[in-house]
């Protein structure tokens, strides 16, 4: 028998003795195997924090503008200068940028004005100005400075546009729609940025509370919420968290890389031909001399000695910036105490106090929420 006539029947035969195996093996469960079998058999891989006092690098105190009523959205004259406000925000700054950015935008140019100028170079001001830009607008922002040495850089970065936007209980009726367009149209252009160099990223965000906390709607302002624009927060059971809580929930929320986006929206707005000029302005005076005859108003708390806001106030929180950890990417707050992870360092926080102008960091404070944050991990299973 040659080499060729060997493998001729040798194959069919080996495919034969196979099938008789087969078939007196006994019959399997035959599946696809479950690629979440780690999830659904136990909790999620949830990294431990390091946590120490000496790799705080960083201790930060925010302003944040906060009115009562919510962001002033409206339009006044000033001789013939026409002032389009977009300012207040509290602490949904971030979050209502595009969307109140917008309004400001139908306001300017319900004027016919096509060279606008800009008070403000924060997140608020910088997106009211690509969206003016966007409609054919020549924008100059004046500005008493620039990222990173603006409010906007001492935030925490996550979605929540409704953190501290208003009291609901002083706001009027009509705020509420006006805040779900805004924040509509801000969710959708933050998707714009999504993949791009961690701009904005989607991360999860765990509470964990002994017991399920006690909201007490008040001067936080965080009564609103539309359903189903982020996913639904879902309550863990003991077997699906590594915690020692008896209260554990989880949810995807938006997070931001402030200094990547401030520094990627400010290059974006000098390239399609904007001008930022240091200029700061203290009195009503000041915007008078400006040559444009349509100013948009996203001081923030600087609006307050200008205007003569009486409302207006600032809400102080505290971040303390612990070293980069590259296993933890997610966001946690617990009774006293919170964090967010991002690319420039972990920020730690909890605390708003209304009215305190002081932006001296507290030792203590970071020793509190660092201790408390501490004793969770120090407890965490795995």
């Given amino acids: 028998m040659n080499r060729r006539n060997f493998f001729e029947k040798a194959i069919p035969a080996s495919f034969a003795l196979s099938a008789v195996a087969?078939?007196?093996?006994?019959?399997?469960?035959?599946?696809?195997?479950?690629?979440?079998?780690?999830?659904?058999?136990?909790?999620?891989?949830?990294?431990?924090?390091?946590?120490?006092?000496?790799?705080?690098?960083?201790?930060?105190v925010g302003l944040?503008?906060?009115?009562?009523?919510?962001?002033?959205?409206?339009?006044?004259?000033?001789?013939?200068?026409?002032?389009?406000?977009?300012?207040?925000?509290?602490?949904?700054?971030?979050?209502?940028?595009?969307?109140?950015?917008?309004?400001?935008?139908?306001?300017?140019?319900?004027?016919?004005?096509?060279?606008?100028?800009?008070?403000?170079?924060?997140?608020v001001g910088i997106a009211t100005s690509r969206l003016l830009q966007e409609s054919g607008c020549e924008v100059t922002i004046y500005t008493k400075d620039v990222p990173p040495n603006v409010t906007s850089n001492l935030a925490t970065g996550t979605w929540s546009p409704a953190s501290r936007v208003c009291d609901k209980k002083i706001a009027k009726p009509?705020?509420?729609?006006?805040?779900?367009?805004?924040?509509?149209?801000?969710?959708?252009?933050?998707q714009f940025l999504l993949g791009m160099n961690d701009i904005a990223t989607w991360a999860e965000e765990y509470s964990v509370f002994r017991q399920e906390p006690v909201y007490v709607p008040g001067a936080g302002g965080e009564d609103f919420e539309i359903e189903g624009l982020l996913p639904e927060r879902v309550r863990l059971e003991k077997k699906e968290h590594p915690f020692k809580a008896d209260y554990v929930t989880r949810r995807t929320n938006i997070m931001f890389n402030i200094p990547t986006y401030l520094r990627h929206q400010l290059q974006d707005f000098t390239m399609f031909g904007g001008k930022v000029k240091i200029h700061e302005i203290k009195k009503l005076e000041d915007i008078d001399a400006l040559p444009e005859k349509v100013i948009v108003n996203c001081m923030g708390l600087g609006a307050k000695p200008v205007f003569n806001d009486?409302?207006?106030?600032?809400?102080?929180?505290?971040?303390?910036?612990?070293?980069?950890?590259?296993?933890?990417?997610?966001?946690?707050?617990?009774?006293?105490?919170?964090?967010?992870?991002r690319k420039d360092g972990i920020y730690i926080g909890s605390n708003g106090i209304v009215g305190n102008w002081d932006t001296t960091p507290s030792k203590e404070q970071t020793e509190k929420t660092v201790g408390i944050l501490m004793k969770l991990m120090e407890e965490m299973r795995g």
């Fill in 22 to 60: 087969s078939s007196c093996a006994p019959k399997a469960d035959l599946r696809y195997p479950d690629k979440h079998f780690h999830i659904s058999r136990g909790y999620h891989h949830i990294p431990k924090l390091r946590l120490s006092m000496d790799r705080i690098v960083k201790e930060t």
């Fill in 174 to 190: 009509e705020f509420q729609t006006i805040w779900e367009d805004a924040t509509r149209f801000s969710f959708r252009r933050f």
């Fill in 310 to 341: 009486e409302e207006l106030t600032p809400v102080s929180g505290q971040l303390s910036c612990l070293i980069p950890q590259g296993d933890v990417n997610y966001k946690l707050y617990t009774q006293g105490a919170n964090f967010i992870a």
């Fill in 64 to 123: 944040r503008p906060f009115r009562a009523s919510g962001p002033r959205l409206d339009v006044e004259q000033l001789g013939n200068k026409t002032i389009v406000h977009n300012y207040g925000h509290g602490g949904s700054g971030w979050s209502l940028s595009w969307g109140t950015g917008n309004i400001a935008r139908k306001n300017v140019l319900a004027t016919g004005e096509k060279k606008i100028a800009v008070l403000g170079c924060g997140t």
